[in-house]
């Protein structure tokens, strides 16, 4: 297996894929701007946060051993690094929402979808993504139980598959935050992961910087330039396409390197699930403040501006904190368990409790 190392260009990809998502929204905020401050090609963002989270579990952890200490290590990364910061942009909006004339644009409203978006069963917004990206946060471990000891599990795998290939058939359908409507997207990244961590395929060359970017280019052009159809963004080929753009940016080609693992796209990466989850409200306000006495142009790159420290903020102050701080309770609580268990023993201290890279968003 290869080395598990930190992939810089891969916090450009998200970068870049949360920049677009904020973009995509521009004209929902804005509607009185010209057609083409539309991007719509906020699906196709997610996506690639989709698969990139897949790649990202399996590469960090099918190689791992897995038992019951790694799986609740696991969990808990999973939970740390996602439910603080999303339940804080959870209930900013329930504020937002029950602000008499304010008229948020994705309001929360009533106990039930409260309690759906505490639960992260909610789709209000952006809200609509987190649901399965934890769902496969579970799945997950089934994929890494199969993969721990193929013949031992092999029954389960073959049940596994068995199920996708029904819900292939019936063309991955159900309510978008249910994990099988976007399984095949998470899968997509899975073996992209596996792949790369195999090196067993290791492609090199002037193509491979071209390939990442040109795909790239294609699936957001595309759509902008309307060259493909609006409605068909999530089926196979399209989550064949975003594994495959995970995979060449993991390898990172100087050409492609240069864009993706650029420091402005980086940043905006470390903060990006931040910028995901409370762009909508930061820039919804900014439009009620800036937008009536600046030009509407104007008031879009402050409001974006305003989106971008908002997010540095939350990440350093939520983000960041919050999930350095329940890593460590747990690991605190494991080495005082493990020393009641062995009294003898003296637990060694672990390194800083980091993920080496991360998902979205997540999702997003």
């Excluded at 450009?12 to 904020?22: D, E, P, Q, S, T």
């Excluded at 073996?191 to 294609?218: D, H, M």
């Excluded at 330039?225 to 396409?241: F, N």
């Excluded at 460590?328 to 005082?336: C, D, N, S, T, Y």
Aim: a positive charge; proline letters at 5%; hydrophobic letters at 55%.
């Amino acid at each position: 297996m290869r080395a598990t190392r930190h992939i810089a260009s891969l916090d450009g990809l998200r970068g870049m894929a949360a920049f677009l998502v904020v973009m995509s929204h521009v004209a929902l905020l804005y509607p009185h701007l010209p057609t083409w401050f539309s991007l719509n090609i906020g699906a196709e963002s997610v996506e690639i946060f989709f698969a990139l989270s897949g790649f990202l579990m399996a590469s960090l952890y099918a190689a791992r051993p897995l038992d019951r200490q790694a799986a609740a290590d696991y969990l808990v990364h999973r939970f740390a690094r996602i439910y603080p910061v999303y339940l804080v942009a959870v209930l900013l909006v329930v504020l937002l929402s029950s602000v008499p004339g304010l008229d948020y644009i994705h309001a929360i409203h009533g106990h039930v979808e409260i309690l759906r978006h505490v639960v992260m069963l909610g789709s209000s917004g952006v809200f609509w993504s987190v649901p399965p990206e934890i769902q496969f946060y579970f799945f997950f471990l089934l994929v890494w139980l199969c993969l721990s000891d193929p013949r031992k599990y092999r029954f389960l795998a073959a049940f596994l598959v068995g199920c996708l290939l029904v819900d292939a058939v019936f063309g991955f359908p159900g309510p978008g935050i249910l994990l099988p409507s976007k399984i095949h997207f998470f899968l997509s990244g899975v073996a992209a992961g596996l792949l790369f961590a195999s090196g067993r395929l290791t492609p090199t060359g002037p193509v491979v910087g071209l390939a990442t970017l040109g795909l790239l280019g294609f699936v957001f052009l595309s759509k902008i330039l309307m060259l493909r159809d609006q409605h068909d963004g999530w089926g196979l080929a399209m989550a064949a396409t975003a594994g495959m753009i995970v995979f060449l940016t993991a390898q990172e080609h100087a050409l492609s390197k240069a864009v993706l693992a650029s420091p402005p796209l980086r940043f905006l990466g470390k903060i990006s699930f931040s910028l995901y989850l409370f762009h909508v409200p930061v820039m919804f306000l900014s439009m009620k403040t800036l937008g009536l006495f600046l030009p509407g142009a104007v008031s879009v790159v402050l409001a974006i501006g305003v989106a971008v420290v908002f997010a540095t903020f939350s990440y350093h102050l939520i983000e960041d904190r919050a999930r350095r701080r329940l890593v460590e309770f747990w690991k605190q609580h494991a080495r005082r368990s493990r020393a009641a268990a062995r009294p003898g023993d003296l637990p060694a201290r672990d390194a800083k409790g980091r993920d080496m890279q991360e998902g979205l968003v997540s999702t997003a």
